[in-house]
């Protein structure tokens, strides 16, 4: 499982929030070809949201743990039935997770001041 500092998760939040699920996980649960769906779209798109139309809370996180380990990606999000999930690409590297901004002192910037900044 490929390790986010807080600030790089929170800035692939924000990314991910625009993007429409790629993958769906239906009543078959994650099957092999699934998996293979997952990786496939990690390599084109770096970011992916997964929908899991199971109701178990429990069951989709086992879900999220298990695409991280496999495909050695990151999980970002897990937010209703949507899976967020990161795997960088060196051959695309298409998207650039930049570092929260931070004020003067020490205090980083909270959600509210950086939606004022525009």
Do not use: F
């Not at 970011?47 to 086992?62: S, T």
């Not at 937010?79 to 060196?90: A, D, F, M, S």
Request: hydrophobic share 40%; proline share 6%.
């Amino acid at each position: 499982m490929l390790p986010l500092t807080v600030s790089e998760r929170l800035a692939l939040k924000g990314r991910a929030h625009a993007l429409n699920p790629t993958v769906m996980i239906g009543n078959a649960g994650l099957t092999d070809a699934v998996l293979k769906e997952i990786d496939g779209s990690l390599k084109a798109h770096e970011l992916i949201k997964i929908r899991v139309m199971h109701d178990d809370r429990a069951l989709r996180e086992a879900a999220l743990k298990y695409i991280c380990d496999q495909l050695d990606a990151a999980p970002v999000q897990h937010i209703g039935k949507i899976l967020v999930v990161y795997k960088p690409n060196p051959d695309l590297h298409r998207i650039e997770i930049k570092k929260m901004p931070r004020h003067k002192g020490r205090k980083p910037l909270t959600k509210k001041q950086l939606a004022n900044r525009g």
